[in-house]
């Protein structure tokens, strides 16, 4: 893993700390758009990932581990209907 900068860990730990009133903490989400503010500090999102949730852990909170949707619901994926969670509706 690479070291992350301090600028970026208190983002990540300020991102973390706010999505605790909003249970669980979507470390994904939150992995998520920390990339997206922060794509000049050129990490990997794992990495970030990892960071997320190492702080969530520690705040006892429930975790969710869920990607948001790239696009809206009800979106069409080769042909087929897709609900937000991904799986196929048949």
Not at 19 to 43: G, T
Not at 53 to 58: G, R, V
Not at 70 to 85: L, P, Q
């Amino acid at each position: 893993m690479r070291a992350l900068s301090q600028d970026l860990r208190n983002k990540i730990s300020a991102a973390v700390a706010a999505a605790r009133s909003a249970r669980p903490i979507n470390v994904v989400a939150i992995a998520e758009e920390i990339q997206n503010r922060n794509l000049h500090e050129n990490v990997a999102f794992e990495d970030i990932l990892s960071c997320v949730l190492d702080i969530a852990q520690c705040t006892g909170e429930p975790i969710l581990f869920e990607r948001r949707p790239s696009t809206a619901e009800g979106a069409e994926i080769n042909g087929r209907a897709t609900r937000y969670a991904g799986s196929i509706d048949n």
